[in-house]
């Protein structure tokens, strides 16, 4: 038995009679106990031969003296001294004067005393002073935290006990002892780190907190810099506040010390070889942020609280109200450039999380950041929301996943210790809002925030653990609103007591101000002297707003260069050339349809992939998997990235597309495509709609030429994902000028699977769509659906796309597609006219579709020779192809009746969305009917039937009313 690992659970139960067998043991034969053991004994004999540390001359150790040397704090060993010559391996000489009794004696009142150490370490915080209004403060020390509660007592607290190193001494009387656990743990900091398991991350955090010489240390004008930024927060807010009086603003009034705080992690960031920083946050303190961290000049800002916008007029887009903006900005500490983003977010608390977290995987991609150094994530919270919210978890989640980490995230949780008009005891099961980030062994450093040079110190502390272990760490800052939850709230309404405290409690800059004349590091004239200067360049600023006018938008800067926006809102003319050479199909092909000679693929999978390559070779059936291969693989060639992720993406939900490949024997994978080139990803994400959609969708924000996709695992699942939708992919262009090519994959259609697997929600995109915002198409034919990917990249500018993507029409015999129509000129097509039509002077029915029923109305057809019903699919439903209906339209001279047909309840899909559509074209046309008719599945609230028999029947209904039967 020894110490290996942190144990102080080994000692638990170590009693007098099992310590004195074992150092007899160690006075027989020193090698026939733990190491570990010998070592301690030898500490315990030095201490009881030479007596009380404080009367020994060469106390206390140097860093240098051998009984410190490679200490391990969490274990209870000292390195021994090297042996003298002539010395007997046995005990040490000194031994033979030190009893078994007092060896006892001393032995118990260590572990007693590391008992103690750890229960500091692991439940000091709960005594430590965090609250600034002193509301949630205990009067009493917790019981497991006094010395008496470990068997001290009297003349026990000043004798000296054997330590071994821990709290970096050999010895202290009890009552120092708990003196420096009390300073290093009970003061304004309060620390949780004992959950993680890795000895190395714990001994990282004890280095940097615990011990007799530990303090928070700054120099004057260290100091003096931390209160300056202080004092630029607080005005900043007084300023807003005396200027647009009762204007939201969401201001940080009372958590002022986050200002300084993030200036710490931008500097010790920097000096640790950090080169962006990408931020996220919720409203409060954003405009703070901006102004004293992002450098947004003021005089932007006070223009747009005047109703001005941030952009050039001719830009145009919807705008957002201050507090959601974002922005992006260059600074230097100590010589070292440090590049800072701000994501532009709606009010849905904590949902910028996972877009932050892409575009960090984004930017590490690019810049070649694989040990994830260069670039790092700064996430700021609410208290309420960051207990709240789901996606917070989900985020976490990410944090050690091939494909989604992004070496660790700094977490900064604002604790107003109220969320809207909620408190806590009322928001939360746990005793800290942090408690959530245990989940992943994050550290969690609670502060309090009438400290600044403690928050400062944190934030030191936390981004120096991010850039060693790469993993995410928490700083709880304990705080206040002092205006409630906006401006024109009235807190005391839901908070009487914590409001009757803050009104008397004095600024953050007060308090620490204070401390530093106390310390006679400023002094009155200094604070005036900053206060004036600082609203000075306010006030000048404020003065130019009214004649500031924005020259130019920054959304194709940087990797968005070269890209813009569409010159062509909606016409044939944004195909684009997606059509490539047949050798180079060929290439695709073979990489896809060759197994390693040294492999051990499936027996099934092997048959699929001769499949696909015999397809090719012979230029026909070539189905919609393959397609999808050669879509990929043609970009890939052209040195586009491809990332592909859902919860079963590799093999495919419905065992199709096998882009990954799996040995039988060693299970090794083996991906074919990256045989191209190494810049195609396919990642089977964690159960998550809502956190893996809004990475992807941020990985997409910062890498315009990489084919970004998301799937569902069903179409249906895409609305646990659609805050993400609403808020981002479908208004982030118009709201925050931020353009992005996400393409959501979702498999849809009835066939009988119920009204969990039937319906993607197609209306739901549709009613999205407005203002060119973004593409929804329902592809029928694998050439298109491989010519609809290639556009996203081709094109010179960048739109989401939502594809209504297949299930049965991944095997449809007819759902397949020849050579030609993925070579040459080809190219997508927006409608499909029918492959079997009777001639236009004969049409007298048109029917219009979208999807897989397209199959399904054809065959009814040619099986009772109707010779004057055309089937035509509508590819892309937004933009709507008018132009293109139109066209076939004026053709149809004798045409009576337009259908739409859809397998959706009325209620759903696209028959809202195109009637009017529809019925404008046929105007447009000039024919003689004048609107369109609809057949499809009467209007339901679940999206299908679950019955097999009811399902039959409703289809083939709709089929009958669609052709007129």
Known sequence: MGFEGDLPEALEGVGPSFVEALYQRYLDAPGSIDPSWQRYFEGLERTVVTGPSWARP?????????????????????????????????????????????????????????????????RGHLASKLDPLGLEQRTELPADLTPEYHGFTGADLDRPVFLGGALGVQQASVREIV??????????????????????????IQERIEGRGKAIEFTENGKKAILAKVIEAEQFEKFLGRKYVGTKRFGLDGGESMIPALESVIKYGGALGVREMVIGMAHRGRLNVLANVMQKPFRVIFHEFAGGASTPEDVGGSGDVKYHLGTSTDRVFDDVPVHLSLTPNPSHLEAVNPVVLGKVRAQQTARGDNDRTEVMPILLHGDAA??????????????????????GTVHFVINNQVGFTTSPQFARSSPYPSDIAKVVQAPIFHVNGDDPEAVTFVTKVATEFRQKFKRDVVIDMWCYRRFGHNESDEPAFTQPLMYAEIRQHPPVSAVYAERLKREGVIDDAWIASSVDQFVAKMEADFEAAPSYKANKADWFEGRWSGLGRPVDPVTARRAGDTGVAPDRIAEVAKVISTVPADFNIHKTLARVVEGRGEAIRNGQGIDWATGEALAFGTLVQEGYGVRLSGQDSGRGTFSQRHAVWVDQKSGQKYVPLQQIAPNFEVLDSPLSEFGVLGFEYGYSLAEPRTLTLWEAQFGDFANGAQVMIDQFIASGEIKWLRANGLVML??????????????????????????????????????????????????????????????????????VSSIEEFTGESHFRRILSDPNPPADEAVER??????????????????????????????????????????????????????????????????????????????????????????????????ATGLAKRHAAEQAQLIAEALGA
């Open 386 to 407: 960051f207990a709240g919210q789901g996606i917070v978890a989900e985020c976490f989640g990410f944090s050690g996943l091939k494909g989604y980490n992004t070496g």
């Open 179 to 204: 003196e420096i656990l009390q300073r290093n743990y009970c003061g304004n900091v309060g620390v949780e780190y004992m959950h993680i398991n890795d000895l190395e991350e714990r001994r990282f």
């Open 746 to 815: 979702l498999p849809h259609g009835y066939e009988g699977q119920g009204p969990e697997h039937s319906s993607a929600r197609l209306e739901r995109f549709l009613q999205l769509c407005a203002e060119d915002n973004m593409q929804v198409a329902n592809c029928t034919t694998p050439a298109n659906y491989y010519h609809i990917l290639r556009r996203q990249m081709v094109r010179a500018f960048r739109k989401p796309l939502i594809i209504m993507t297949p299930k049965s029409l991944l095997r449809h015999k007819l759902a």
């Open 846 to 943: 048109l029917v219009l579709c979208s999807g897989k029923v397209f199959y399904d109305l054809a065959e009814a057809r040619d099986a009772k020779n109707d010779g004057k019903t055309t089937i035509v699919r509508v590819e892309q439903l937004y933009p709507f192809p008018s132009d293109a209906l139109v066209t076939r339209l004026k053709r149809m001279k004798k045409l009576k009746t337009v259908v739409w047909a859809q397998e959706e309840p009325k209620n759903a899909g696209s028959w809202f969305f195109v009637e009017p559509l529809i019925e404008a074209s046929m105007v447009e046309a000039g024919v003689s009917p004048k609107r369109p008719v609809y057949a499809g599945r009467a209007a339901a609230a679940a999206t």
């Open 58 to 122: 060469n106390w206390p150790p140097t860093p240098t003296d051998n009984l410190t040397a490679g200490l391990d704090p969490m274990q209870m060993e000292v390195e021994p001294k090297p042996a003298k010559k002539g010395a007997s391996a046995a005990a040490p000489a000194a031994a033979a004067s030190v009893s078994t009794a007092d060896i006892q004696k001393a032995a118990d009142a260590s572990i007693r005393a590391m008992m103690l150490i750890r229960t500091y370490r692991v």
